[in-house]
Nanobody
């Protein structure tokens, strides 16, 4: 099994930047898809960005041009670089790993964008 530990969340002002990390307990080289989701209070969990093993990425329209997902297989870590943050980006952010029929969720990290 794979265990995911997220970090990097916190309080940031609108327009600021924040970088989230999600470290896996084991190698993620064989994990085809890594993704970031977020869930705001009273809202459904939504997909933010995904990255495949080859580096192909997909972003939600709401974050295109502002967020960048990346993975470092050597470090067994996936990142989410967030820039030009808006109050509506406030949410708990979760990472997810997928390999074949298996998937794993991180515990989530809080991101609050407020002045």
């Amino acid at each position: 099994q794979v265990q995911l530990v997220e970090s990097g969340g916190g309080l940031v002002q609108p327009g600021g930047s924040l970088k989230l990390s999600c470290a896996a307990s084991g190698s993620i080289f064989s994990i085809n898809v890594l993704a970031w989701y977020r869930q705001a209070p009273g809202k459904e969990r939504e997909l933010v960005a995904i990255i495949a093993s080859g580096g192909n990425t997909i972003y939600a329209d709401s974050v295109k041009g502002r967020f960048t997902i990346s993975r470092d297989n050597a470090k067994n870590t996936v990142y989410l670089q967030m820039s030009s943050l808006k109050p509506e980006d406030t949410a708990v952010y979760y990472c997810k790993a997928n390999r074949g029929l298996y998937f794993w969720w991180g515990q989530g990290t809080q991101v609050t964008v407020s002045s």
